[in-house]
């Protein structure tokens, strides 16, 4: 046996080094590990080109540990490590290894130092790198107001990673969490996503800017004032905001239009029978156009963040005249589609909620609404629907997510009332899976100790975030907090936390790369392992455990959150690319999964992804959805129907991902190619935005990326999952 062998395990379980603590750079104290010694030496060796078989890694750690045992008993701090590294290497004439090594740490404090460089920041933005113009796909970096938005956005970066507890902002840099939205948050205090109030504002009035703004006395006017109530809240917090069962909310509204226009008729016609369906008809007319304008609206709006405001409209539950015509308006102006050719409309986001006993079934009242939905997202991928029962059995109670999936659970207020609208979320920290899974070499003993460490940050971080938030006061955010949409209004001076506590709001622990987890265990076919399943599910309960007792430790509703991930899935993969190589099908793909997703290159039919993933959302409440692939279904609506009656019982959430291309060139309806530079039509190779209409999912929302770039990890998971749909 080799001697060195022999000592350097020796050496490792030493008891003054089982007891010494690493004191890190942003002051916490984590057990002292000489792997991380061997590993960096090693990564040192093979970033000049050696082979570390070839060199004796163990002599080099052995030399570092016996001075590190000699001159420390309690406690050593990691610069300390570093340099005794540096000194051991140049005395045993490992000179390229060392400035390698030492070259590697510059380069590491150098880059920390500058992402918190506000002119460095300014400088990447001016030679627009990819990494922020393109960060999020509903933002246009080329127009003035989104540019204007980015340069505060660095600006905003670079102080809240100072504001950041420094173990959070070191963690974050390093790719181990992501705390969201650091271009807004923690350095101002702003919420996240919320579920607006609307039926609070369109009833009671409400206060924008100078206007005093009463209830509206039709249709027409409420949804009026609902895009200008969504303008303000966009502008007011940097999330998503949506609007729950808007057909129920909208149709008193309604029935004043048909009260007018019965008064009229009444004026002008003969006969009752006569009068009260001129009326009707001129009722449905006036839905129709009142939600036509809505649509309109919502898609020519930019908040003060440069962007169209993400909006969801959920909706489907209501069963009078009204609401059942706001329903059929809603689906039918999206099927119409937008301007002159008739474009797929990007946002709202329509939700449509499927009930037994109300729409699901052919002898239910709404049934011929539900063919209606089918129709509409065979054809603009939109609506996603809801599934009543199974999404009460995970959440509690059934309302819109905030945003794309954002749930809030079941909360009743003082008086026993189920409050779901007024609600928010006030921020989201994502933690690094697949970097856990790598660094613990398949070791799970000590991917769950690595797991235990990062938690305690992602709680030190959301911990942080509520803080943060309720330094906010009510003429910060006067539409929020005075006016309505956060539903209880507050005086000037009152503490807005009040509207937060009691787990009114909740905290999002996000996670990404299940499936690159259970690789690194399992190996790339484990989803038809049922080992490696559960262990995908044991890690979701221990996530679980933990926000369920930060809670209660604090009374905040902590819940997990699978987090969208639409530039993060790029950066984590990239990071850890940068520094663990290529590993095959978990960083060579160049983007992480999203959440839980089965991974779509092998092709899953939607009843066995939605078998597979129907476990996950009862961990993941806070944040969740599914969506199935499907060729062409323009003509097959009851192929779809299928997949939704399947669904209804297994899981909450699901939306549809199906080919809506459209070349006006040509007049050509299906899959456009995937390029290298975006995608063309295969009949005539048209790649024009302005002459084809390219839309397709991107984490669980639509978006165009023939006409807004995307960054390349974005982009490379479109292609890869048109190339691998049936």
């Not at 089982?18 to 942003?26: E, H, M, S, T």
């Not at 420094?166 to 996503?193: F, M, R, W």
């Not at 930019?302 to 539950?317: N, R």
């Not at 991107?698 to 990890?713: D, E, F, S, V, W």
Request: charged share 30%; glycine share 6%; hydrophobic share 35%.
């Amino acid at each position: 046996m080799d001697n060195k062998v022999v000592k350097y395990s020796e050496l490792k379980n030493d008891i003054k080094l089982q007891n010494l603590v690493v004191i890190k750079r942003d002051g916490r104290r984590t057990p002292f590990n000489s792997e991380k010694i061997y590993n960096a030496i090693e990564k040192a060796i093979l970033s000049i080109g050696g082979l570390p078989k070839t060199y004796n890694i163990k002599k080099i750690v052995d030399e570092v540990l016996e001075e590190i045992v000699r001159r420390f008993e309690k406690d050593i701090k990691i610069y300390e490590i570093q340099n005794i590294v540096e000194h051991t290497l140049i005395e045993l004439g490992e000179q390229a290894i060392a400035t390698e090594y030492i070259s590697y740490r510059t380069n590491r404090d150098m880059q920390r130092d500058r992402n918190l460089d506000i002119n460095f920041a300014i400088e990447k933005l001016v030679n627009r790198d990819e990494s922020l113009v393109n960060e999020n796909a509903n933002k246009d970096s080329l127009v003035f107001n989104t540019h204007r938005d980015l340069t505060s956005g660095v600006v905003a970066k670079a102080i809240g990673l100072k504001m950041l507890p420094k173990h959070v902002a070191n963690s974050h840099q390093k790719g181990e969490i992501h705390y969201h939205d650091l271009d807004y948050s923690p350095y101002q205090p702003l919420t996240n996503c919320c579920l607006i109030d609307f039926n609070e504002m369109l009833t009671k009035g409400f206060k924008i800017g100078n206007a005093e703004v009463e209830s509206p006395k039709s249709i027409t006017t409420a949804t009026a004032q609902m895009a200008q109530i969504i303008a303000n809240v966009a502008s007011s917090q940097y999330g998503g905001c949506s609007a729950d069962r808007i057909d129920e909310v909208l149709a008193p509204f309604a029935k004043l239009n048909y009260d007018k226009n019965l008064k009229l008729a009444r004026q002008w016609i003969e006969g009752e029978e006569k009068q009260k369906l001129f009326a009707l008809e001129k009722t449905k007319k006036d839905i129709y156009d009142a939600m036509q304008s809505l649509e309109y609206e919502i898609n020519t709006l930019y908040s003060s963040q440069g962007q169209t405001p993400f909006t969801s409209l959920g909706f489907g539950l209501g069963e009078d005249f009204f609401a059942r015509e706001i329903q059929k308006a809603i689906l039918k102006v999206r099927i119409n589609g937008l301007g002159t050719e008739k474009r797929t409309a990007i946002f709202p986001k329509l939700i449509f909620t499927l009930k037994d006993g109300v729409n699901l079934k052919e002898t239910d009242p709404n049934y011929d609404i539900k063919q209606l939905a089918l129709e509409c997202s065979t054809k603009r991928m939109y609506p996603d629907v809801i599934m009543y029962d199974t999404l009460v059995k995970i959440t509690g109670s059934c309302k819109t997510p905030m945003g794309c999936r954002s749930f809030l659970p079941a909360w009743k207020d003082e008086n026993g009332v189920n409050i779901e609208s007024g609600r928010m979320n006030l921020g989201v920290v994502t933690l690094n899976l697949p970097r856990i899974a790598i660094e613990s070499n398949a070791d799970k003993n000590k991917f769950w100790d690595i797991l235990e460490e990062r938690l305690a940050i992602c709680k030190d971080a959301l911990v942080y975030r509520a803080k943060r938030c309720g330094e906010a006061k009510p003429e910060n955010a006067p539409i929020l907090y005075m006016h309505g949409a956060f539903g209880k209004r507050l005086a000037a001076k009152e503490n807005v936390s009040q509207l937060f506590k009691n787990k009114r709001a909740t905290l999002s622990l996000g996670y990404i790369g299940l499936y690159e987890v259970a690789t690194v265990f399992y190996g790339a076919e484990w989803e038809t392992n049922n080992e490696a399943k559960q262990f995908t599910l044991d890690i979701m309960a221990k996530l679980k455990n933990c926000v369920e007792k930060w809670t209660e430790e604090y009374d905040y509703w902590f819940s997990i959150y699978s987090t969208p991930s639409e530039s993060l899935t790029d950066r984590f993969c990239r990071m850890d690319k940068e520094k663990f190589g290529s590993l095959e099908n978990i960083t060579d793909k160049d983007y992480y999964t999203n959440s839980y997703h089965y991974d779509v290159r092998k092709n899953p039919t939607p009843f066995e992804k939605i078998e597979f993933e129907k476990d996950y959302p009862y961990y993941a409440s806070g944040g969740f959805i599914h969506y199935c692939e499907y060729p062409v279904l323009r003509q097959n609506p009851k192929a779809l129907e299928a997949v939704w009656d399947f669904a209804y019982s297994r899981i909450g959430y699901l939306g549809t991902n199906t080919p809506i291309d459209k070349c006006y060139e040509c007049n050509y309806e299906g899959e456009f190619e995937p390029t290298k530079k975006g995608f063309k039509c295969p009949s005539c190779g048209n790649n024009n935005p302005k002459t084809c209409d390219v839309v397709k999912r991107t984490c669980g929302y639509l978006g165009n990326p023939q006409a807004r770039p995307m960054i390349k990890g974005r982009h490379r998971e479109i292609v890869s999952r048109v190339k691998h749909m049936k």
